[in-house]
């Protein structure tokens, strides 16, 4: 006993916290089992009770059946029986005896138990074990009915509250009795009309637009309540989508139309400003707020429904294209190519407004073979709108992933489209390429404070800050402005380079397509950004272009224009002397269309910018007299504003040049004389010759031609009486030209309508001399007014000459 007292003793007591710890596990485990014991009371008095009621019920149904039973058979009757029940002795009972043997017979179990059964007579456990037995001696013939599956639908709510919906398999929806009895009315009612004679056009026309008008109020209001709660109504999308298979044939054209816009336009309103991503599995497992996942539901449930319209826009365009015709029939063959044209707008929009949505490529791949369509509206359409996004793409990422399609496009159909697919490439905006980058390291750097001056002028703590500052201004820097920089030019570079490719295959391998006019106008208005290794092989393809002689005036034209744009922009450091660019520009400008169409003058004054202005440097002041000249006469014969043109870069050669003011004089200059049917700028001696065009021009009937005509015959002066308005003077040649336009059919500025004449009053008054002259000038007002009507009309329309002269 000492010893177990020591070894208790030396035992170590618990802590405090253990005590807590095993005093709560006590009483977890005491709760436990107090819950055992009631739940087991619980399950025994509910035992109980359920015999109870089993036993009253058995008691209740069980009646007393007697010892024997007898069957009656076909030919006894009744009277049997009553002799049987006289011959008991029952009158030898008495009444107490009787009840007491009902009473005793009631609970004798030998009276009540049922005397055919071949079991013992206390066997009731084992006739409980024997039920299945008994069963399964029973024949197996059971009423046979018919089992329908039902697809249980989502409820719909309305005033009353909710409303389950069920569909059985092959079967219709199961609805509200009230719905039920509208349906019916609606069936009785079609069959009434059925059972009828046919519908007049009138009324055929009349339920039509009875339905357009139910389709409408229904689209509105599914538009409607999705624009109200994009994220609580996403998949009343789908059910508008759903009414894109619309199959009444009557209807059926017009519901998809407005549907496929209406699509469109809510995919323009609740779309976000930024592409959706999908999300990772690592994202997905995040829990995550409330309103996080329901931003991603929705988002998710936008792309789906998106994605789900793009496919079935893209199928109506298949369909057309295809000839194929559905299953349903609702949509006849001539109706395809309207409903191609509505999905091709609502594609088109789309690609404008939302290029920074998910399946922007796709759009891209989807439009751009169809910019080749033969269907011209289809066509004008896609080029239309690229030409938009080229000129709406601020940094580059759509118009490089369109410019791509067309390269691979091109390529494919071996280079046989339609030039207009080539020409939506002018529209894009490539300024700065890679090429400038040198130019730009070469500006003079920010000059920062040196440490003398910063101790002079601020503190300890100033300088500090003033460090800080400038530090994050120059992250600030890096992350923003040169990233996005560097980024825009590296994809205009990117963009450049494919469309080069582009042309330079043409120019390779079909010269004599019908694309090369559109490859030498992109060429002429990106040359100044082509890379200085292409130069030398460029030139020589464009002069043998040149002397080949197959191509038109304005094909020409534009060869001249990239040639001199390439020679002022980086190929200035090249030696090169392009006299045979110079002679053929001069042979040319007397073949010029001199009537309406004469778009051809603005590129004629673009290569003279480039050739006489730009490159004085280079050229002779016999080249630049040869070209004033032949400007000069090729003015009197062109339209106003063509004049008002090439008399302003007459204008501009003479001031670049101002020893070309020896053609203002009758005097000669040196030997031989002026030779104009000659080709060669050079050696036709225009030193020689005056410029007599000028004193013609002075009687022009425009008012800016007479202006230009009388500056220039003055020497264009810059200051004086003879100088010219500022208006006019700070213009472009080729602003001039579009300015006085002649397109339109009306003159800039307008001629003055003649005036109205005054009543002429009595010989004898003194006013009748004012009067006469009052007269005389409306009459040479109207003549000078119809002259020039007439002469602008037959430079309009020079056919009409001979016909008016053989008249």
């Known amino acids: 006993m000492k010893l177990r007292f020591e070894f208790n003793k030396t035992k170590r007591r618990p802590t405090f916290r253990r005590l807590l710890k095993t005093s709560g596990v006590k009483l977890e485990n005491k709760l436990k089992n107090r819950q055992l014991k009631q739940q087991n009371v619980a399950k025994k008095q509910r ?60 609970h004798a179990s030998f009276i009540t138990r049922d005397l055919s059964s071949c079991g013992p007579v206390h066997g009731e456990k084992k006739r409980s074990s024997e039920v299945v037995r008994s069963y399964e001696k029973v024949p197996r013939k059971m009423a046979r009915t018919e089992e329908k599956e039902v697809i249980h639908l989502l409820p719909i709510k309305d005033k009353t509250g909710v409303i389950p919906q069920s569909v059985e398999r092959g079967g219709t929806l199961s609805i509200d009795p009230e719905e039920e009895e509208e349906e019916e009315a609606a069936d009785e009612s079609e069959e009434l009309e059925n059972g009828k004679t046919e519908l007049t056009a009138e009324q055929r ?33 789908k059910e508008l989508r759903g009414m894109l298979m619309e199959s009444d044939p009557s209807v059926a054209v017009t519901v998809r139309k407005l549907v496929m816009v209406s699509l469109m336009e809510i995919f323009k309103d609740i779309a976000p400003t930024y592409r959706i991503r999908p999300l990772t599995t690592a994202e997905k497992a995040a829990k995550v707020k409330k309103e996080t996942q329901r931003l991603r539901e929705f988002e998710e449930g936008l792309v789906s429904q998106y994605k789900f319209y793009l496919e079935d826009l893209e199928q109506t365009i298949k369909d057309w294209k295809q000839k194929k015709r559905k299953r349903s029939q609702a949509v006849g063959f001539q109706s395809y190519r309207s409903l191609a044209e509505v999905a091709v707008r609502c594609l088109c929009e ?3 407004a939302l290029p920074h949505f998910n399946f ?59 030039p207009e697919v080539l020409r939506t490439l002018l529209s894009l905006r490539i300024k700065e390429v890679e090429v400038k980058k040198d130019v730009e390291a070469t500006a003079p750097t920010k000059k920062f404070m040196n440490n003398k001056e910063k101790k002079k002028n601020l503190s300890r703590m100033q300088r500090k800050w003033k460090k800080a500052e400038e530090k994050l201004e120059k992250e600030l820097l890096e992350a923003e402005a040169s990233e996005s920089k560097e980024k825009k030019i590296k994809l205009h570079t990117e963009t450049l380079n494919i469309v080069f490719l582009i042309y330079f295959r043409i120019l390779k391998k079909a010269q004599k397509s019908v694309l090369l006019p559109a490859v030498l106008e992109g060429l002429a208005n990106f040359a100044h950004l082509i890379n200085l290794e292409f130069f030398d092989d460029l030139l020589n393809v464009l002069q043998s272009l040149i002397q080949s002689g197959d191509l038109t005036s304005r ?53 003279l910018d480039a050739m006489l202005t730009r490159r004085k440097k280079q050229v002779t002041l016999q080249r630049a007299m040869a070209f004033v000249k032949r400007l000069s006469t090729l003015s009197v014969h062109v339209l106003p504003n063509a004049s008002v043109g090439i008399l302003a870069a007459n204008r501009a050669t003479m001031h670049s040049f101002p020893k070309c003011d020896f053609l203002l004089d009758n005097e000669v200059q040196g030997s031989g004389f002026y030779l104009p049917e000659l080709d060669e700028p050079e050696h036709c001696n225009a030193q020689n010759t005056a410029l007599w065009e000028l004193h013609t021009l002075q009687r022009h009937y425009h008012p800016v031609v007479r202006q230009f005509a009388a500056h220039l015959s003055q020497g264009a002066p ?67 007014y119809i002259k020039a009507l007439f002469y602008f009309l037959l430079k309009m329309f020079p056919h009409l000459q001979n016909h008016i002269f053989n008249k």
């Open 718 to 784: 810059s200051e004086g009486s003879a100088a010219l308005r500022v208006e006019l003077s700070r213009r472009s040649p080729v602003e001039l030209f579009h300015d006085y336009s002649v397109k339109d059919m009306t003159f800039n500025p307008p001629v003055a309508p003649p005036g109205t004449k005054k009543k002429v009053g009595k010989p004898n008054t003194p006013s009748d001399s004012s009067d006469e002259r009052i007269c005389d000038r409306s009459s040479i007002n109207k003549v000078s």
């Open 360 to 418: 922007h490529n796709n759009i891209i791949v989807i439009l751009v073979p169809l910019m080749n369509d033969p269907a011209r509206k289809v066509s004008e359409m896609c080029c239309d709108a690229f030409r938009k996004l080229f000129q709406q793409d601020k940094l580059g990422g759509a118009s490089l992933a369109a410019v791509r399609v067309v390269s691979g496009l091109v390529k494919s159909l071996n280079y046989n489209v339609r």
């Open 47 to 106: 035992k109980e009770q359920k015999k109870l009621r089993q036993a009253v019920k058995d008691a209740a149904i069980r009646t007393p059946r007697p010892l024997e039973t007898y069957r009656k058979r076909p030919g006894e009757g009744e009277e049997e029986e009553d002799e049987f029940l006289e011959t008991l002795p029952t009158d030898m009972m008495e009444d107490d005896d009787l009840q007491q043997m009902t009473a005793m017979a009631r």
């Open 350 to 352: 789309l690609l404008l």
């Open 555 to 607: 094909e020409s034209l534009h060869c001249i224009q990239t040639v001199f744009t390439i020679l002022s922009g980086q190929g200035d450091v090249l030696n090169i002397d392009p006299l045979t660019f110079y002679s053929q520009l001069y042979r040319m400008l007397l073949r010029l269309h001199a009537g309406a169409p004469n778009d051809d003058i603005s590129i004629v004054l673009r290569c």
């Open 205 to 237: 026309e009349q339920l039509r637009a009875q339905k357009i008008n139910q389709r409408k109020l229904m689209i509105a209001g599914l538009g409607s309540a999705i624009i109200s709660d994009p994220f609580s109504n996403m998949k009343r999308v």
